[in-house]
């Protein structure tokens, strides 16, 4: 295999490419963090702002909040007012680029003991595309990869406390995160058996790293009062364990089939790699990171919400336990497909889809004298509020609306000749195009960016295959229009 496709650079580059995967890269971290450290106006979602709070800070002021209270010391420092937005989101995008450089490739050298296999295993998690894009990504998901796959490594005293740190700040983080290490963990029963030792560190570690936890969240969401510690601290995992246990809540974000993490979201994580798994060994007991992967996956399918990137920890897991045909022919057509299958989902994940989100929202927060004082985003993902630079515009999320009641909404803010708005809307919406040609509005395109495409406006079974894919591709990009009443006969024309 080339190691043109495992080398750092091309990592980097799909880091630095604003790609925009799911929302909660942005909403379930930055944006909340970098609120509160530069005030930058921005958006607080349910997680943050429910009675019963899920989501702990303790994790996002390690990862995200100490390298933006850096960049503000810095800022301060040279002499700067402030830290352009732009500034802080590459410099996070750089930071998860390096954790997942060095941390998930060490881990992974140190997980598989032979070393012809650790080879393998290193190639197929460099060249995956998961760890190009995902693994670059802020998520929550892939901050949890990293902290499973050093959760994984060999015991010691020093290792036990490290541990008990990592289990703690990892339940924390997400509370799927002790799916993976439960059944791994039988495996230090008989060590910590051996060595008490061991056994009482990690559970000082583990017990001080979660009172440390505790008191973050509750200085956070109340105030940092003995009585709140005592009498009612947060207990973020708690409530988080609490509220992906109901039905009735999991049903606001969508059911899935008890099937779907292995039959549907491995396919799209691992591609071809499941060509492989009849070559596995078969030792008793299984490696670790078999185990953690599988058992981990097998826990997480009774959860009946069931999302693509859930399974980000077992990809490295299951890649770093995979064997290679052992025809020479076989494992040359495995990696010829393998490598179309990455370099196709991560030119897709890692440039193009909703790609143009982010650099609209920053091109907009540049901005000077647009006269808008609201901007309507149309078909896309929601885009991150502390962006704009504290410009003080408007922001509304319409989602996929019905586009007659979107441009009814239009309409109703562009009454007067004197008033304009701004509207952000994939081109490959067609159906806006009537729109543009009449109903007494005008629409001037002030900003284009062509590397975005909108997979939710797909719909092949309307208008078939090649008809999507040309509409889709073909008009690929995020358009930002500034439209204002005709009051005019002859304007426009």
């Known amino acids: 295999m080339s190691m043109h496709w495992c080398s750092p650079r091309k990592k980097l580059y799909f880091a630095l490419s604003p790609s925009y995967i799911h929302p909660d890269e942005n909403f379930q971290g930055p944006e909340v963090i970098a609120g509160r450290i530069f005030s930058f ?46 500034i802080i989101y590459y410099t996070l995008r750089v930071l998860m ?9 060490w881990a992974i050298r140190e997980l598989v003991p032979s070393r012809r296999q650790r080879r393998v295993a290193v190639v197929l998690v460099a060249s995956s595309y998961v760890t190009w894009t995902y693994q670059t990504h802020t998520f929550s998901n892939s901050i949890e990869t990293l902290l499973v796959t050093w959760s994984l490594q060999k015991s010691s005293l020093l290792a036990s406390a490290i541990l008990g740190f990592l289990i703690t700040f990892g339940t924390f983080n997400r ?42 969240d ?22 988080s364990l609490l509220y992906n246990t109901s039905p009735s809540n999991l ?68 890649l770093s336990s995979l064997r290679l045909p052992i025809s020479p022919l076989y494992t040359r057509y495995f990696l010829l497909i393998w490598l179309i299958f990455n370099a196709a989902l991560g030119v897709l994940m890692g440039i193009y889809h909703q790609g143009g989100v982010i650099p609209t929202q920053l091109w907009l927060g540049q901005q ?4 808008l004082a609201e901007v309507l985003w149309w078909r896309t993902y929601s885009p991150p509020v502390w962006l704009l630079d504290g410009k003080g515009i408007l922001t509304t999320d319409l989602m996929g609306m019905r586009i007659e009641k ?51 406006d797909l719909d092949i079974g309307g208008d078939g295959i090649w008809a999507t894919l040309e509409r889709v591709i073909g008009r690929r ?6 439209v204002r009443k005709r009051c005019d006969k002859q304007e426009g024309d």
């Open 41 to 86: 106006p921005h958006s607080a979602t349910w997680e943050f702002t429910s009675s019963d709070p899920i989501r702990s800070v303790f994790p996002l002021w390690l990862f995200y909040g100490l390298p933006m209270t850096v960049l503000r010391w810095v800022c301060t420092e040279t002499g700067k007012e402030e830290v352009a937005p732009k």
């Open 97 to 105: 680029f390096i954790l997942s450089l060095v941390l998930e490739d």
């Open 175 to 216: 509370i799927t995160f002790p799916a993976f290490l439960l059944a791994p963990g039988l495996y230090l029963v008989p060590h910590f058996f051996r060595k008490p030792l061991s056994l009482l560190i990690f559970t000082i570690t583990a017990v001080l790293t979660a009172l440390l936890a505790i008191t973050i």
């Open 218 to 239: 509750t200085s956070f969401y109340q105030s940092l009062t003995l009585s709140n510690l005592l009498q009612h601290p947060t207990l973020t995992p708690l409530n």
């Open 251 to 318: 049903a606001l974000h969508g059911t899935h089939p008890p099937y779907q993490h292995f039959f549907v979201n491995f396919p799209i994580l691992l591609g071809p790699a499941l060509l492989t798994l009849p070559f596995l060994p078969s030792p008793f007991p299984p490696p670790l990171p078999l185990t953690s992967a599988l058992t981990g996956t097998l826990l997480l399918s009774f959860i009946s919400h069931q999302e693509t990137r859930f399974l980000l920890p077992a990809v490295p897991l299951l």
């Open 368 to 371: 000077n004298g647009l006269g």
């Open 406 to 456: 979107m441009m009814g909404m239009v309409a109703e803010r562009v009454e007067m000749c004197d008033q304009r708005i701004g509207l952000v809307a994939p081109r490959s919406s067609v159906d806006l195009d009537a729109w543009m040609n009449g109903n007494g509005l005008i629409f001037d395109e002030l900003w284009a960016h062509t590397q975005h495409v909108n997979l939710d």
């Open 477 to 482: 990009g995020l358009v930002f229009w500034s």
